[in-house]
Nanobody
Framework: QAQLVESGGGLVQPGGSLRLSCAAS????????IGWFRQAPGKEREGVSC????????HYADSVKGRFTVSRDNAKNTVYLQMNSLKPEDTADYYC???????????????WGQGTHVTVSS
């Protein structure tokens, strides 16, 4: 069964770091551009970052630019989101998904993981 599984969420203090992982099973991630999305309580889901299938293009929302880094390890069939200098407003459920039409300013999630929760609080 094909699935995406996020992990790495948790509670962290402001200014701290977390690394989220998005592991694929049942299919190969190599052929897919992958996006990270988040949804905070009472807010709409937003795209945070994406990485192209060829690993030559990334994109970040303005709110996380300079703090978050997306990467992929196709050998491990996994995409990562390194989150540094975390702020309370980064608190949300984080999801990875295959995306279309590709990694750029506008992308849409297609096949989703179940999410992992991040809380940034002192």
């Amino acid at each position: 069964q094909a699935q995406l599984v996020e992990s790495g969420g948790g509670l962290v203090q402001p200014g701290g770091s977390l690394r989220l992982s998005c592991a694929a099973s049942g299919f190969t991630l190599d052929y897919y551009s992958i996006g990270w999305f988040r949804q905070a309580p009472g807010k709409e889901r937003e795209g945070v970052s994406c990485i192209s299938s060829s690993n030559d293009s990334t994109h970040y929302a303005d709110s996380v630019k300079g703090r978050f880094t997306v990467s992929r390890d196709n050998a491990k069939n996994t995409v990562y989101l390194q989150m540094n200098s975390l702020k309370p407003e980064d608190t949300a459920d984080y999801y990875c998904a295959t995306i279309w039409p590709g990694c750029g300013g506008n992308y849409n999630g297609d096949y989703w993981g179940q999410g992992t929760h991040v809380t940034v609080s002192s």
